[in-house]
């Protein structure tokens, strides 16, 4: 049995949902430990996944907030609980503070951990947590101190590996099979700086939009709905993806490892750096020197649209070189080095 645990938000939870489905698929029991705040909590039950959701306060840098400590206390000791009850003989956390608990509980047990980071940052919860794992799985090639580069190997970032023919998606998802189709992402929890200034940017385009506005956004912004502009809490990505023909998105390193693998061209509006530690903007930039992806300019985005949807093959090429096609199934094949 291996334990999976990691969450809060999708680019942390979407990569071990990917290497558990690639683990079941080879025969393997599966059990995963997330967060009751998080992403996972409104997920796990609609996967046949066996799971328990714990307290787990959230890390922060900064600040000691009584009320996070208490919380990730009592999320080790119901993890204490999870670990004795399963008795996993390998546990994945891909990070975040949903990914914290189980894992630290299982080091001190001498369980062997692996973590995965999504980002070309270690987040707080990597950093915690790889003194005493066994290996650090990344994403993209990292600069670390040498301690740490010797348990490093860079496998990319699991995503989900379902593509949909064009057409077939659009018309899965109520658009017109023959126009082009652009697809707003705000990442898992939304993004109110995308959903405030790119539908009045869009709209006068005249092209089929579909925009991800965040769950808890959606009824604030359900009044932009029209026939060729919808307006959605969450989608399902690998449709999304499948049918849109450019991306206009945040630049979370999970909604970019996704654009790759689906050869999507995009342009990019990375959250600032006093939000994240300058993460998606090393994101984007890489994609932006690779020539997968723009950074976007609100004051010439109808230049920059018309320009990626008349000549997309460039951009297309290049995220296909990006594609981390094979990502769950290298981090699965590690964890099988522990069975
Ligand atoms: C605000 C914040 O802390 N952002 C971080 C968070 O981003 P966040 O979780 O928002 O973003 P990512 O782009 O990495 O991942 C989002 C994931 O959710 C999925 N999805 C999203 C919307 C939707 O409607 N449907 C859907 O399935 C995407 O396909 C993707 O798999 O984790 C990422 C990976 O550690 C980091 O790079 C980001 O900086």
Same mark, same amino acid.
Do not use: C
């Given at each position: ?12 939870? *979407? ?27 409104? @997920?796990?039950? %609609? ?6 959701? &714990?307290?787990?306060? %959230? ?38 503070? =949903?990914? *914290?608990?189980?894992?630290?509980? =299982? ?16 987040? @707080?919860?990597? %950093? ?30 699991? $995503? ?9 998606? +659009? ?7 023959? +126009?082009?189709?652009?697809? $707003? ?11 405030? %200034? ?32 919808? &307006? ?26 996704? =654009? ?8 990019? *509006? ?18 932006? +020197? ?17 320009? /990626? ?9 290049? /995220? ?20």
């Amino acid at each position: 049995m291996v334990l999976l645990t990691g969450g809060g938000t999708g680019g942390h939870l *979407f990569p071990a949902l990917a290497v558990a489905e690639e683990l079941r698929r080879r025969g393997h029991e599966v059990f995963y430990l997330g967060a009751q705040e998080g992403l996972e909590a409104r @997920l796990l039950p %609609k996967t046949p996944l066996p799971h328990a959701l &714990i307290p787990a306060g %959230k890390l922060d840098r900064s600040a000691f907030r009584p009320g996070e400590a208490w919380r990730l206390l009592q999320g080790l000791g119901v993890a204490r609980a999870v670990l004795k009850a399963r008795r996993p003989k390998a546990v994945l956390s891909t990070g975040g503070y =949903a990914g *914290f608990p189980g894992a630290f509980v =299982a080091e001190l047990q001498g369980v062997p951990v692996l973590l995965h980071e999504q980002n070309a940052k270690l987040g @707080l919860a990597v %950093k915690l947590l790889v003194p005493l794992s066994r290996g650090l799985a990344l994403s993209v090639p990292l600069s670390l101190p040498p301690r740490l580069g010797a348990k490093a190997r860079v496998v990319g970032y699991p $995503v989900r590996e379902v593509r949909y023919p064009k057409e077939e998606a +659009k018309a899965r998802l109520g658009f017109d099979p023959k +126009k082009p189709l652009l697809l $707003v992402l705000g990442g898992s929890q939304g993004s109110l700086e995308l959903n405030e %200034k790119l539908p009045p940017l869009l709209k006068p385009l005249g092209l089929p939009v579909l925009h991800q506005v965040g769950e808890r956004w959606v009824e604030r912004y359900r009044h932009l709905e029209e026939e060729a502009y919808r &307006i959605r809490g969450f989608v399902e990505a690998p449709l999304a993806m499948s049918a849109a023909d450019l991306l206009l998105a945040r630049a979370g390193a999970g909604t970019l490892a996704e =654009a790759a693998f689906h050869r999507l061209p995009a342009l990019l *509006f990375p959250l600032p750096q006093s939000l994240d530690g300058g993460a998606q903007r090393a994101n984007a930039r890489a994609y932006e +020197k690779a020539g997968a992806a723009r950074l976007g300019d609100y004051a010439r985005l109808a230049q920059q649209v018309e320009a /990626m949807l008349q000549n997309p093959e460039p951009y297309r090429e290049a /995220m296909g070189r990006l594609s981390p096609e094979g990502a769950a199934g290298r981090l699965a094949d590690w964890l099988e080095e522990f069975l």
